[in-house]
Nanobody
Framework: VQLQASGGGLVQPGGSLRLSCAAS????????MGWYRQAPGKQRDLVAV???????DYADSVKGRFTISRDNAKNTVYLQMNSLRPEDTAVYYC?????????????WGQGTLVTVSS
């Protein structure tokens, strides 16, 4: 399984970016897919997650500003980020989780850097 993240870049505070995570196979095979982020010197934290059924969950810090979505036909998960703040600056990673016989299998893409600065 390969996950390819893209869409990061430099944006001014208040701006928007859309991250994409393209999987090498069907994303329907995963129980959940999500986005994490890691700022310099900090741990990697969950940003948003979406289930195979389409239910979503968000970190409190991004609720109302970020939206996670999926396009099953394109095997791609998106993270629309609006009203970006300097504290959103981080490397963003996409992930996928498959649960088989109660065992978790996690897959990670390479990170994409998001920098929010004026």
């Amino acid at each position: 399984v390969q996950l390819q993240a893209s869409g990061g870049g430099l944006v001014q505070p208040g701006g928007s970016l859309r991250l994409s995570c393209a999987a090498s196979g069907s994303i329907l095979s995963f129980n959940t897919m999500g986005w994490y982020r890691q700022a310099p010197g900090k741990q990697r934290d969950l940003v948003a997650v979406i289930s195979s059924g389409g239910s979503t969950d968000y970190a409190d810090s991004v609720k109302g500003r970020f939206t996670i979505s999926r396009d099953n036909a394109k095997n791609t998960v998106y993270l629309q980020m609006n009203s970006l703040r300097p504290e959103d600056t981080a490397v963003y990673y996409c992930s996928a989780r498959r649960v088989v016989l109660s065992k978790r299998y996690d897959y990670w893409g390479q990170g994409t850097l998001v920098t929010v600065s004026s």
